[in-house]
Each structure stands twice: as structure tokens, then as C-alpha cells.
């Protein structure tokens, strides 16, 4: 029986608005946004706090199951969508640039204002995330946030893999056929024409791309695909933990109301 709902009886089909358990006068809304699934997850938690019984999972259904890996999911495809765009502009292409055409190294204070802006987004997020944690406390809240978790992941392990093998094939095509870098320098001249203070010439570009860019091709590749790999994992380790820690603590106040 859970105390403040409107039935307190039981829980019954009066309950359950749109698939999900409803608190107070609100029902399941169905989350389209990092915030909404918040909130979402914060009503769940104070519906199941009030409970004086555990409720059933099932209560969370498989269609909100499915709303939430939507959010997550989306969620995680624009943040490697940023990720993978700065990340290789910022500590490949800029600092070769800087280095190639102007023969200037790039100081340590630009190296970390790099590493700042290039895992920004992912560190911003894991953060939120981390925050959500703190609610993975009942049966519904759990199913919430790891569908969200889950769908985050997704989307970093499927964008994760897509530009390995994508940056792996073009260093190996690169290297094997000349034409392949001699289409990078048609495609992308125009930027260095707009970015850079002087004219530079096709051959120029084609060196370096061949000397830089095709080298690092593989590097880089590694590096976001690990990198996504660890803020994908981070999120569950969190609620793991969280949950091992739950447990202990459940453990503990039965044995000490056994010995009291």
C-alpha cells in the first residue's frame, strides 16, 4: 500500500495512466529530452519512496522501457556526434596545421584547453548521468535508468566502431591509392583557403595530408573509439556500485535488527 496515492488501497488498473504508475494526480509522460526523462525518473522515485511496499517492475512497462533507450540513445548520438568532430579537429588536424604550414608547435596550455574542449560535451553528460545515479534506488527507477544508460551506450558503441573502421579503411585506401588524398585536397581546399592567412598550393596540401593526416588516421581512430568505450561504461560501474553498496546496507540492517 503506498501512502499520497489517490487509491490507497491497492494498486489497480486505476493506476496505471498511459503504461505507467501514476503519483499524485500525474501519470506517465512519456519523456522526449534528457530533463523530461528527469523528471520522469524523479516522480517514479517519489512514488516508490512513498510506497510501503516494493513495487512490482512490471509496473515500469516495456513500452517505457522503450521511451527511455530512445532518449538515451538520441542523447548519446549527439554527444559522439560532437565528439567525433571535435575530437579529430582538435588534437589532429589543428595542431598539424599549426605545425606543418606555420613551424609552431603547440604549447602545453593549448594542448589542455584542446583535451577541455574536445571531451567537454561527453564529460558534461557522464556528469548528469553520475547525478541520475543517485535515484537507482527502486525496482521502476532501476528499469528507467538503465534503459536510459543502455540507449547511451548503444549509440557510443555503434558510432564508436563505425569510425574505426571508416578511419582504419581510409589510412589503408590512402596508402594504396594516391587518388584517394588527391580527392581530400579538392573537397577541403576551399576551408584552407578561408582559415588560412596565404594561399597554399594542391601539392602542399597533398603532402600534408600524406605526412599528418593519413598517419594519424588509425591513432585517432583508436583513441574515440576507446574513449567512447570508457564514458559508455562509466554510467553503469556508477549504478553498479551504487547497487553493491544498497545490498550491503540491506544486509547490515537485517543482521542488525536480528541481533537487536
Same mark, same amino acid.
Given at each position: 500500500?503506498? @501512502?499520497?496515492?489517490?487509491?490507497?488501497?491497492?494498486? $489497480?488498473?486505476?493506476?496505471? $495512466?498511459?503504461?505507467?504508475?501514476?503519483?499524485?494526480?500525474?501519470?506517465?509522460?512519456? /519523456?522526449?529530452?534528457?530533463?523530461?526523462?528527469?523528471?520522469?525518473?524523479?516522480?517514479?522515485?517519489?512514488?516508490?519512496? @512513498?510506497?510501503?511496499?516494493?513495487?512490482? &517492475?512490471?509496473? =515500469?512497462?516495456?513500452?517505457?522501457?522503450?521511451? *527511455?533507450? %530512445?532518449?538515451? *540513445?538520441?542523447?548519446?548520438?549527439?554527444?559522439?556526434?560532437? *565528439?567525433?568532430?571535435? =575530437?579529430?579537429?582538435?588534437?589532429?588536424?589543428? /595542431?598539424?596545421?599549426?605545425?606543418?604550414?606555420?613551424?609552431? %608547435?603547440?604549447?602545453?596550455?593549448?594542448?589542455?584547453?584542446?583535451?577541455?574542449?574536445?571531451?567537454?560535451?561527453?564529460?558534461?553528460?557522464?556528469?548528469?548521468?553520475?547525478?541520475?545515479?543517485?535515484?537507482?534506488?527502486?525496482?521502476?527507477?532501476?528499469?528507467?535508468?538503465? !534503459?536510459?544508460?543502455?540507449?547511451?551506450?548503444?549509440?557510443?558503441?555503434?558510432?564508436?566502431?563505425?569510425?574505426?573502421?571508416? =578511419?582504419?579503411?581510409?589510412?589503408?585506401?590512402?596508402?594504396?591509392?594516391?587518388?584517394?588524398?588527391?580527392?581530400?585536397?579538392?573537397?577541403?581546399?576551399?576551408?584552407?583557403?578561408?582559415?588560412? /592567412? *596565404?594561399?597554399?598550393? $594542391?601539392?602542399?596540401?597533398?603532402?600534408?595530408?600524406?605526412?599528418?593526416?593519413?598517419? !594519424?588516421?588509425?591513432?585517432? !581512430?583508436?583513441?574515440?573509439?576507446?574513449?567512447?568505450?570508457?564514458?559508455?561504461?562509466?554510467?553503469?560501474?556508477?549504478?553498479?556500485?551504487?547497487?553493491?553498496?544498497?545490498?550491503? &546496507?540491506?544486509? $547490515?540492517?537485517?543482521?542488525?535488527?536480528?541481533?537487536?
Amino acid at each position: 500500500m503506498a @501512502k499520497g496515492w489517490e487509491n490507497t488501497e491497492n494498486i $489497480n488498473e486505476n493506476s496505471v $495512466n498511459n503504461g505507467g504508475v501514476v503519483g499524485s494526480d500525474n501519470g506517465y509522460q512519456k /519523456p522526449t529530452s534528457l530533463i523530461t526523462a528527469l523528471a520522469e525518473v524523479q516522480r517514479t522515485y517519489v512514488i516508490e519512496d @512513498k510506497s510501503t511496499e516494493d513495487l512490482p &517492475k512490471e509496473y =515500469f512497462t516495456i513500452e517505457q522501457i522503450f521511451d *527511455f533507450f %530512445k532518449v538515451g *540513445f538520441r542523447s548519446g548520438f549527439i554527444e559522439s556526434f560532437l *565528439f567525433v568532430t571535435l =575530437f579529430p579537429f582538435l588534437q589532429t588536424i589543428y /595542431p598539424s596545421v599549426k605545425l606543418y604550414f606555420f613551424n609552431i %608547435k603547440i604549447t602545453q596550455t593549448e594542448q589542455l584547453l584542446l583535451n577541455s574542449i574536445s571531451y567537454l560535451p561527453m564529460l558534461f553528460m557522464t556528469v548528469f548521468l553520475l547525478f541520475l545515479s543517485k535515484y537507482y534506488v527502486g525496482a521502476l527507477t532501476r528499469r528507467a535508468l538503465f !534503459a536510459l544508460f543502455s540507449g547511451r551506450s548503444m549509440a557510443f558503441l555503434i558510432k564508436g566502431l563505425i569510425i574505426y573502421f571508416l =578511419f582504419n579503411y581510409l589510412s589503408k585506401i590512402s596508402y594504396v591509392n594516391p587518388n584517394v588524398i588527391y580527392s581530400w585536397v579538392d573537397f577541403t581546399k576551399w576551408l584552407f583557403d578561408i582559415f588560412l /592567412p *596565404f594561399n597554399i598550393s $594542391n601539392q602542399d596540401l597533398y603532402i600534408y595530408y600524406y605526412k599528418f593526416i593519413t598517419p !594519424a588516421l588509425t591513432q585517432t !581512430a583508436e583513441n574515440i573509439l576507446y574513449t567512447m568505450l570508457f564514458f559508455a561504461i562509466l554510467p553503469y560501474l556508477t549504478i553498479f556500485f551504487k547497487g553493491m553498496l544498497m545490498k550491503k &546496507k540491506h544486509i $547490515n540492517s537485517i543482521r542488525a535488527y536480528e541481533e537487536y
